[in-house]
């Protein structure tokens, strides 16, 4: 084998390599290896972000009315959903895309701030794809197993709120007060055993509340 040959070989078991040691690498070559099987169609309402919306396998069940692409991969915070957004966004040609995101980076060690910092980085990549397209934002949830980070929360939640309410076709979702009961204390029975992730009940609650955004055709 001559010699550019091989180094074009090498470097290209390099690339391979780390990818594969990339996080989340598997859960996106899954997703373009269900694209190249049945590609979704254009127009659809996009959702992604981390394992709420991964667990929310029956989501097209909540909205009839909506054709809906389900992209979130578990275990993602912010940054993942950044690194990935060539791959989970800008193929699928969506009218709208809804994040949830920002849960995990907490467990990270991320302030409100850096939080509020990724998302607004986020919508600016997606955005750069898509200038015109509806965009929403889903409030960090309060899972009772993440009580502690609850009020840095709430801060990014506000501050994402008001950043969001300055920009163009883009709107944010507040279903965090949704989640407690009259009493000011959280619904558990709204979560799986893990006191982390929503069953049906919870998400029957979020699509109460997230319909009205949704935008139609």
């Known amino acids: 084998m001559k010699k550019p040959a091989l180094i074009l070989l090498l470097l290209t078991a390099f690339v391979i390599v780390k990818g594969q040691n990339t996080p989340f690498y598997k859960d996106i070559q899954h997703f373009k290896k269900q694209d190249s099987i049945n590609f979704p169609p254009k127009k659809a309402i996009l959702f992604i972000g981390s394992s709420t919306f991964t667990n929310w396998k029956d989501v097209n069940a909540y909205f009839p009315a909506q054709t809906i692409i389900n992209r979130g991969f578990g275990g993602s915070s912010l940054p993942d959903v950044i690194r990935y957004v060539e791959d989970i966004v800008y ?34 990549l997606i955005r750069k794809k898509y ?58 029975d709204i979560f799986l055993s ?6 049906a009940k919870g998400y029957a609650i979020w699509a109460k509340i997230m319909e009205p955004y949704l935008i139609n055709r």
């Open 91 to 124: 193929p699928y040609h969506p009218r709208q895309v809804v994040i949830y995101c920002g849960e995990n980076d907490f467990t990270g060690g991320a302030s409100a701030d850096a939080v509020v910092e990724r998302v607004a980085q986020l919508l600016k």
């Open 131 to 188: 200038p015109r397209i509806q965009v929403t934002y889903i409030s960090i949830k309060p899972s009772p197993s993440r009580e502690k980070y609850w009020s840095l929360m709430q801060e990014a939640n506000a501050k994402i709120a008001a950043m969001i309410s300055k920009m163009k076709r883009t709107s944010y979702i507040n279903t965090y007060d949704a989640m407690f009961n009259t009493d000011g204390k959280i619904m558990t």
């Open 194 to 199: 893990d006191n982390l992730h929503m069953n």
